[in-house]
């Protein structure tokens, strides 16, 4: 059975980058036919899928962020990334990292991480 | 984007009773349409996905239905552990979303 575990750090300054690791551990981030996701979740907007990178390299975001996400895979280590720029309180949420496969649905969830960003 | 309306925002019911969830979308998603269980504290876990094909391992007393716009997820005999909750969630169109949540209470 595939494992997710985020990790990266709990509290920032606004302004700062948010940057978390997705370690996958039980099976391959090079599958072909997975996708590799980061989704958040506050109390008030809910759950919001943010983006997704395939295998391929080729990635997917949520225009809600304006451009202000990036996601990468590092192969050799089996963990994929994501990074935020510019982050202001209402970034604060659990961040989860997801895997699919086949049916697009996001299968596999992390535990999540809990990141708050306060001055 | 695709906006889903999940109705009612909160369920009390009993143990044994048959509970039905609906999800909206605000525009046709074929049956592009996941439906997840979150309990308090952990991250949400996947019951359905194609409307009505259950993920490995779920209870048979879920089951969904549905297609286009409207869907449903169906609780037969709702036992304690079931106590969650439950979002739709559309992968038919980018930016993939949720709907708000359905909490089922005892």
């Known amino acids: 059975q595939m494992l997710l575990q985020e990790s990266g750090p709990g509290l920032l300054k606004p302004s700062q980058t948010l940057s978390l690791t997705c370690s996958v551990s039980?099976?391959?981030?090079?599958?072909?036919?997975?996708?590799w996701n980061w989704i958040r979740q506050t109390a008030g907007k809910g759950l919001e899928w943010i983006g997704r990178i395939y295998v391929s390299g080729f990635v997917k975001f949520n225009p809600s962020l304006k451009g202000r996400v990036s996601i990468s895979a590092d192969t050799s280590k089996n963990q994929f990334s994501l990074n935020l720029t510019s982050v202001t309180a209402a970034d604060t949420a659990v961040y989860y990292c997801?895997?699919?496969?086949?049916?697009?649905?996001?299968?596999?969830w992390g535990p999540g991480t809990l990141v708050t960003v306060s001055s | 984007e695709v906006v889903m309306t999940q109705s009612p925002a909160t369920l009390s019911v009993s143990p044994g009773e048959r509970v039905t969830l609906s999800c909206r979308a605000s525009?046709?998603?074929?049956?592009?349409l996941a439906w997840y269980q979150q309990k308090p504290g952990q991250a949400p876990r996947l019951l359905m996905y194609?409307?009505?094909s259950g993920d490995t391992g779920v209870p048979a007393r879920f089951s969904g239905s549905g297609s286009e716009t409207e869907f449903t997820l169906t609780i037969s005999e709702l036992q304690s552990e079931d106590v969650a909750t439950y979002y739709c969630q559309q992968y038919n169109t980018w930016p993939l979303t949720f709907g708000g949540g359905t909490k089922v209470e005892i």
């Open positions: 194609g409307a009505f």
């Open positions: 525009e046709s998603i074929s049956i592009d």
């Open positions: 039980g099976g391959s981030i090079n599958r072909s036919n997975h996708y």
């Open positions: 997801a895997v699919g496969g086949g049916h697009n649905a996001f299968d596999i």
